[in-house]
């Protein structure tokens, strides 16, 4: 299958933690990265490969993945941290296509 | 700082071929070791990856879109372009482009454009 499902949306207490979820066949055998947008803004990698973050991005995001999911958390968020939020993978068929997930709204409480 | 910028006409009408380039600074295409994509979000929703290219011009499509699209790229110019025929108003969308880095625990995009909107519309 080439599609990533994510949960519609979410919300989070200021300071509290959220986890946001990536289902897919192709995260059994590849990594998702993650992506902020925020209204009326370009989207912003904030995870890639096993839990890597660009150096820009706050070490309360961190990645994880166990089986076909892919998951985002976020430790203490922020106001700043209300966005969309998509994963992203290569299709499990090994072609070069990349599939978006459905994307989650986080709003912070 | 790597910086991605589009350009290219915001309105084009059903049936015709949308042009967009993105122009590439702080970084040579050339310079190998990345991909430089097309991804498009329609008005309100999720993001779809249309397509990338390397330097060398060896270019991947989504397949849904592979039959009406061209991703071209001109290294002289530090710009890579995305061509979509027959267009109609499911086409109206932010199209953004964005580099692709590639390293063996799988790809992402890292550096994106602001985006632009096209509006396909007679």
């Known amino acids: 299958s080439s599609e990533l499902t994510q949960d519609p949306a979410v919300s989070v207490a200021l300071g509290q933690t959220v986890r946001i979820t990536c289902q897919g066949d192709?995260?059994?055998?590849?990594?998702a990265s993650w992506y902020q947008q925020k209204p009326g803004q370009a989207p912003v990698l904030v995870i890639y490969?096993?839990?890597n973050r660009p150096s820009v991005i706050p070490d309360r995001f961190s990645g994880s993945s166990s089986g076909n999911t892919a998951s985002l958390t976020i430790t203490g968020a922020q106001a700043e941290d209300e966005a969309d939020y998509y994963c992203?993978?290569?299709?499990?068929?090994?072609?070069?296509?990349?599939?978006f997930g459905t994307g989650t709204k986080v709003t912070v409480l | 700082q790597v910086q991605l910028q589009e350009s290219g006409p915001g309105l084009v009408k059903p049936s015709q071929t949308l042009s967009l380039t993105c122009t590439v600074s702080?970084?040579?295409?050339?310079?190998?070791?990345?991909?430089w994509s097309w991804i498009r979000q329609h008005p309100g929703k999720g993001l779809e990856w249309i397509g990338f290219?390397?330097?060398?011009?060896?270019?991947y499509y989504n397949p849904s879109l592979s039959s009406r699209v061209t991703i071209s790229v001109d290294t002289s110019n530090n710009q890579f372009s995305l061509k979509l025929s027959s267009v109609t108003a499911a086409d109206t969308a932010v199209y953004y482009c964005?580099?692709?880095?590639?390293?063996?625990?799988?790809?992402?995009?890292?550096?994106w454009g602001q985006g632009t909107l096209v509006t396909v519309s007679s």
């Open positions: 490969g096993k839990n």
């Open positions: 702080g970084g040579s295409i050339s310079r190998g070791g990345y991909y």
């Open positions: 964005a580099r692709v880095s590639t390293p063996s625990t799988g790809n992402f995009f890292d550096y």
């Open positions: 192709t995260l059994r055998s590849n990594y």
């Open positions: 992203n993978s290569r299709d499990s068929s090994g072609r070069h296509n990349y599939v």
């Open positions: 290219i390397y330097y060398s011009g060896s270019a």
